[in-house]
């Protein structure tokens, strides 16, 4: 561009920036403005044309952001699955379509002594079928833009806000399924709460119980004052081949608290997890003792091998949004389904299922 051309626009940008400088001082007024306003004016004049919005508000593209959140929100959703920590016995089944049967093979009847006759009445293989089926969850909310338009729709450099949504309530879904679900869930396919979305371990536990199929260990109340004890108590009364195979002690923090009190009283020192972060009992094979969040209350379980099984379906966690005026309505889903795999791989305390 000419110096003559430059020098003509600025004249012609500081003329229409007076002009306007007085007019709305004058409307205010106080011609002191009329400086302070031409200046802006002026300086506007040469931002360049995509940044002009920069001054002002901008205002959110719903469509993209419903779409954001449909694309963006099953794989957040998916990634929390993947972080959830049931600990040790426990298998993730994460592709769970329709309802699986669990299958056990074992042997019926038993050897004998050699003779001439066959013997085979009663003998043979025998599968015992466990189903786990996943039920479907929700979780309904709206998103208002308009409460984000100062904070994440403006942080241009940081994550897009659906993500700060969706993560955040992601977060707490996980912890909903791990407080209220794992262990005392209920199912219910008309409830309105967490706790009816499947069948927690410790129903599974109840009905067998009911059934006689399990039978409780007797161990009574846990305490600090006691909680070694009873804990040695229950591993103790487990069958030989656990005690030979090694197994985990799961419990609750308040149980774990109660042991530790115990065995600094018994022992002068404190219960100290070994090289791997581990906490084993002392005097057994590998037997651990292992707090879980998910179990709220007093009581012991044991599990060898993957005995209990935690089920969903990646395909069929997703997020459904649409846009209501200029609210987002999302719908957040993902299948649950909790099942003992094999009932002889498992233990409980009478406490537990009381």
């Not at 085979?120 to 208002?144: C, E, H, I, M, P």
Request: glycine share 8%; with cysteine; charged share 20%.
């Amino acid at each position: 561009m000419k110096t003559s051309k430059i020098l003509l626009l600025l004249a012609a940008a500081a003329f229409v920036s007076l002009f306007l400088g007085q007019t709305f001082a004058s409307f205010f007024g106080n011609t002191a403005y009329a400086l302070p306003i031409a200046g802006v004016v002026f300086v506007t004049c040469f931002i360049p044309k995509t940044n002009h919005l920069a001054l002002f508000e901008v205002t959110p593209d719903l469509s993209a952001l419903t779409t954001a959140f449909v694309k963006f929100g099953g794989k957040i959703l998916r990634k929390h699955v993947n972080e959830l920590e049931l600990g040790d016995g426990v298998t993730i089944y994460r592709g769970v379509k329709v309802p699986v049967a669990m299958t056990k093979l074992s042997a019926k009847g038993n050897p004998r002594p050699y003779r001439e006759n066959d013997d085979t009445t009663g003998n043979g293989a025998k599968f015992t079928d466990r189903t786990l089926t996943v039920y479907q969850s929700k979780w309904d909310f709206d998103v208002d833009p308009e409460q984000f338009r100062n904070k994440y729709l403006n942080d241009v450099t940081g994550a897009p806000f659906y993500q700060y949504i969706l993560d955040q309530v992601g977060t707490e879904y996980m912890a909903a399924i791990n407080d209220s679900v794992l262990f005392n869930g209920v199912y219910n396919a008309t409830g309105t709460t967490a706790a009816a979305i499947a069948n927690g371990w410790n129903t599974l536990f109840k009905a067998l119980v009911t059934a006689t199929t399990l039978v409780p260990k007797v161990v009574g109340a846990i305490t600090g004052a006691n909680a070694v004890t009873k804990v040695e108590t229950f591993a103790s009364a487990q069958p030989a081949w656990w005690r030979k195979k090694g197994f985990v002690i799961k419990c609750s923090y308040a149980t774990f608290d109660a042991y530790k009190t115990h065995y600094r009283t018994l022992n002068g020192f404190g219960f100290q997890p070994r090289a791997n972060g581990e906490y084993y009992l002392d005097g057994f094979k590998d037997v651990r003792l292992q707090p879980v969040s998910w179990i709220p209350n007093d009581g012991l379980l044991g599990v060898v091998y993957d005995a209990l099984a935690f089920g969903t379906d990646g395909d069929r966690i997703q997020v459904a949004a649409s846009t209501r005026r200029n609210i987002i309505e999302v719908r957040l889903m993902m299948p649950v389904g909790l099942e003992i795999e094999d009932i002889d791989c498992i233990s409980v305390s009478d406490n537990l299922v009381a």
